[in-house]
Every structure is written in structure tokens, then in C-alpha cells.
């Protein structure tokens, strides 16, 4: 494995090894020191095309604790601003001596553009393209997921998993199916059929409309946030109207399993796809998923540069 | 390939090594055992058993993984990591004694001393060793040793263990003896 593109990439070993690798990574965080010395000499690009909080200082914190160095790079403030082109742009990465690229880019594809062509030698990895894929998000995911419910298993067999919202936007959502079925969850997905992308059917996944026919039956609920930024046409006839049929409220929480947990990728959208309360409750790890992803990401960075290229390296 | 070191013999050896550490550390309640994976990790355990047997109380066992640590990450592929078990009471102002199975160049152990300086501050640190077949890179030696067995460097020792391997025994492959 060089990239980490698409879930699409990996095989079932290789994610359960990339969630492995991820466990060890967060007994680092858990530790007295924080800093290993595994990619001391790296540099690690960080290229955001497009607004990130937490992939953006998720990836930084997890290069940082691995010793590489890290150049932020933003849209806003560079010359992407002035039109420079993705080629231009990798080029001069390239001639700065870029060891990985992390890039996030408003083109579904933009990643896979970066990899495939010669402008740059270096690992790339996709955080978030267009509405096409979010793959570490998904690897945080899962490993949430797996350490709240797999109960010692090193898959996620036979677990229920609800993913509710906005799927057409969310790159989000694509990469939990395809992770989260190839890891043998059963992921359901429930939104508006205006929120549903083309070719869904396809997806490995069932179909619901309604959320609380579903809610009593799941072990995790995902909900994504509803893309505004995205929407230029009208989706839904109004947030009210939305929030009571797709919102998780505080009685969609008390008709979860006893066990089930709610999950959230962030930024939240307090009020409209989920009430405060849930966010903030009991069963959320939401904000646990944030520190997963700085293991995920550790382990990612790890598995993709500590290693010789050279040698073929096999994940 | 030869056989060097069969299992009576290594059984020996772990007996002898747990003795040597309860006399020079004056006991077992300050020491803490950490195996280097995987076959270290199995070796610390069995010591342990034995100190525990002489002594009659549990010893601290654990685990140190180095892999984060190694100097030649560069040169190969990724590898995958085993677990880091630190026992209940840590490593500070314990005496720690690292257990591996082969002491060869000595950069899987400066490594390791890496990964322990970023766990606590041990009190002092020892090294076990089944079998050390010379060849140092660095200055490190062993405090235990099972057999010291001299070998060329285009030989290489094969350490297998009944708990991976099915049996145990120490083999000696390729080289000129």
C-alpha cells in the first residue's frame, strides 16, 4: 500500500491490521510521553483545499506525535487562491521534498489524480474529496465501533449499523458503507429519498425511509450532517420538518438497544440532525471519535512511511 | 542445520537465569520482567513462572514492543506492531530486565531502552538473553545469559519456542561452523 485513496483499495486483512496498528498508537497518546521518534526526517504535507477543523488538526497532531515534520497549506492565504492548479501546485510540493501529501479537495477525485499522475513521488493521502471519499474517517469509525461492541472480536460481524442523513453529500457515508460492510457489519442507511445519491442500490447496504422503524434494531447510530454548503436546490421542505422525521432526539435515544452507541463525524449541526442532548448524553462518542482519528491517522502515516518503498512494501 | 541448544538444556538455562536474578536483585519485589515480542515476550513469561514457583508470590510481567523505535524502519517494508504490556506496578524506580531470546547486533535493545525511557524512569536496567551469538554494533551487553554461542555473521540462529513453535530447541542454519 503507498496511497490510502478508497476503502475500495484495501482488503479486509489490511484494515483490521491499519485498526490493529491504531490500538498500539493510542497507548502512545494514553502515555506519560506523547512523541515517538518513528518519522523523525519525514515531511508531511498538509493540502486543504477546502475547510477542515478536526481532519485537518487530526493529521497534524498524529504526524507531530510520530517526530515528521508537517507544512500546512490551506486554500485561503496560498496561491490556490489565485488559480494555481492542482499540478502546479503538487510540482512545487514535489520540489520542496514532500515525503506524503494529505489532501483534501472540493473534486471527487482530486486524490486519485495526485497519485496516479508524476507530478509528485511521495504517499497521498485522501482526506476528503468532493462527495466521493473520506476513507480515515471510516477507519475511525470502525475502530469506535469495534472497541464499544465487537466485544474482542477483530471484525464487526453481525453488528447493525445505522448511517442517517444527508448520504448524498457526505463522502462520509460512502466510505462507512464500504468499510463497514467489508469488515461484516450490516449498514442501513436512512434518509430522504432526495438525500439518496444514484446507483445506491448498488451499495452494500439496506434502505430505510424511516428512522424510527429502524432505531430500535441498531447497535451504532451514525448521523451526518445535512451540507448546506452544498444544497442548491431545496431537499427537504424545511429543518423542522426534517429534524422530526430524521433527527435523533432524546426519544429516538431512549429507543436505542441498551448498548447502542451514536456517533457523529463532525461538525455538528446542533438543533437540525441531532439535539443537543443526544449529542452530549451518555451514549455519545462523539468526541471520542475525535481521538480515535489521531490514532487512526498515526497508524495510517505509520504504515504508509516508516517503512522502505523501495522494497515493495506490503502492508 | 544444527542443533545447538535443545530443551532440557534451555529449561536449565531459564532455572540458572531466575536464580541469577533473585540473587543479585536481592529478591523479587522490585523487579519488573519485560520480554521484547514475540518470542522474548514468551520467555519473560516462563522466567517469571519460575521466580514466582522459588519465590512464592507473583512476579510483574509485561511486554515492551520496540518496533516504533528501531533504527532500520527505512530499510524494510512496515511492520506490524505487538502489544506494549506494562504491569500494574510500572517500570519507575523498578528494576527492569528486558528478556530476548537472540543478543545479536544490540539495536533491537538500545531500541528498546528507547521505548522503556518514554514509559518511566526505572530504577536500574538489566538485560536476559537465551542466546548470545556475538557479532555487537553497539556498546550493550547482556546481565543473563542462557548459552553464548560463537557464530559467523552469515550464519543465522533460529530460536523456536512450544508456545509458537511447537517445540523448543535453538538451531543454527547456513554459514561455515
Same mark, same amino acid.
Given at each position: ?45 498538509? %493540502? ?47 520540489? =520542496? ?17 495526485? *497519485? ?25 469509525? *470502525? ?47 436512512? *434518509?430522504?429519498?432526495?438525500? %439518496? ?25 451514525? =448521523? ?6 452544498? =444544497? ?72 504508509? %512511511? ?10 | ?13 531459564? &532455572? /540458572? $537465569?531466575?536464580? !541469577? +536474578? ?9 523487579? &519488573? ?16 513462572? +519460575?521466580?514466582?514457583?522459588? !519465590? ?9 514492543? +520496540? &518496533?516504533?523505535? /528501531? ?61 548470545? /551469538? ?5 556498546? +550493550? ?20 519456542? &512450544? !508456545? ?7 538451531? $543454527? ?5
Amino acid at each position: 500500500m503507498k496511497h490510502l485513496l478508497s476503502i475500495n483499495d484495501l482488503s479486509k486483512v489490511e484494515a483490521i491490521s491499519i485498526l490493529d496498528t491504531a490500538q498500539e498508537m493510542a497507548r502512545v497518546s494514553d502515555g506519560p510521553m506523547k512523541k515517538l521518534p518513528t518519522l523523525r526526517g519525514r515531511t508531511i504535507v498538509n %493540502l486543504f483545499a477546502e475547510d477542515s477543523t478536526r481532519t485537518r488538526i487530526s493529521f497534524e497532531a498524529a504526524a507531530k506525535r510520530l517526530s515528521a515534520d508537517v507544512i500546512n497549506f490551506s486554500a485561503k492565504g496560498s496561491s490556490i487562491s489565485k488559480g494555481e492548479s492542482l499540478k502546479d501546485t503538487a510540482m512545487t510540493l514535489q520540489a =520542496m521534498g514532500a515525503d506524503a501529501v494529505i489532501i483534501r479537495h472540493s473534486a471527487s477525485g482530486a486524490a486519485q489524480r495526485l *497519485a496516479d499522475s508524476r507530478w509528485m513521488s511521495g504517499a497521498v493521502i485522501n482526506a476528503g474529496d468532493g462527495t466521493h471519499e473520506h476513507p480515515s474517517q471510516a477507519l475511525l469509525d *470502525a475502530f469506535t465501533i469495534r472497541k464499544h461492541l465487537s466485544k474482542g472480536a477483530d471484525d464487526l460481524a453481525g453488528l447493525r449499523i445505522a448511517i442517517v442523513g444527508d448520504v448524498l453529500h457526505s463522502r462520509v457515508a460512502r466510505s462507512n458503507v464500504l468499510l463497514l460492510s467489508k469488515l461484516g457489519a450490516q449498514v442501513i442507511l436512512v *434518509a430522504p429519498p432526495t438525500l %439518496l445519491p444514484v446507483g445506491v442500490e448498488s451499495w452494500p447496504c439496506t434502505i430505510s425511509y424511516d428512522l424510527d422503524a429502524v432505531i430500535d434494531g441498531v447497535d451504532a447510530v451514525m =448521523m451526518l450532517r445535512i451540507q448546506m454548503e452544498r =444544497m442548491n436546490e431545496l431537499f427537504f421542505p424545511s429543518a423542522r420538518e426534517y429534524s422530526r422525521y430524521f433527527g435523533l432526539n432524546s426519544d429516538r435515544i431512549r429507543a436505542l438497544k441498551p448498548d447502542a452507541i451514536v456517533m457523529h463525524p463532525g461538525p455538528m449541526n446542533r438543533g437540525l440532525e441531532i439535539t443537543a442532548d443526544a449529542a452530549d448524553g451518555a451514549r455519545s462518542v462523539i468526541v471520542e471519535q475525535v481521538a480515535n482519528g489521531v490514532s487512526i491517522r498515526m497508524a495510517v502515516l505509520y504504515l504508509l %512511511l516508516a517503512g522502505s518503498q523501495e522494497i515493495g512494501a506490503t502492508l | 542445520m544444527s542443533l545447538v541448544l535443545p530443551a532440557p538444556d534451555i529449561s536449565r538455562a531459564l &532455572t /540458572r $537465569i531466575s536464580h !541469577e +536474578i533473585l540473587e543479585r536483585n536481592a529478591g523479587s519485589s522490585n523487579i &519488573t520482567l519485560l520480554g521484547i515480542p514475540t518470542r522474548g515476550a514468551h520467555l519473560a513469561k516462563r522466567i517469571a513462572e +519460575i521466580i514466582s514457583k522459588i !519465590e512464592g508470590v507473583p512476579v510483574q510481567v509485561g511486554t515492551l514492543d +520496540i &518496533t516504533l523505535h /528501531r533504527d532500520d524502519l527505512r530499510m524494510r517494508p512496515p511492520r506490524a506492531l505487538m502489544p506494549t504490556m506494562i504491569p500494574s506496578l510500572g517500570v519507575e524506580d523498578r528494576n527492569v530486565i528486558l528478556v530476548d531470546d537472540v543478543l545479536f547486533s544490540g539495536r533491537t535493545i538500545r531500541a528498546a531502552l528507547d521505548a522503556l525511557g518514554e514509559i518511566g524512569r526505572p530504577k536500574s536496567v538489566q538485560l536476559a538473553i537465551l542466546v548470545d /551469538r556475538g557479532h555487537r554494533e553497539l556498546p +550493550i551487553r547482556a546481565d543473563y545469559v542462557g548459552k553464548n554461542i560463537p557464530t559467523s555473521a552469515s550464519q543465522s540462529v533460529i530460536v523456536h519456542l &512450544t !508456545e509458537l513453535d511447537g517445540a523448543d530447541e535453538v538451531l $543454527i542454519e547456513g554459514g561455515s561452523e
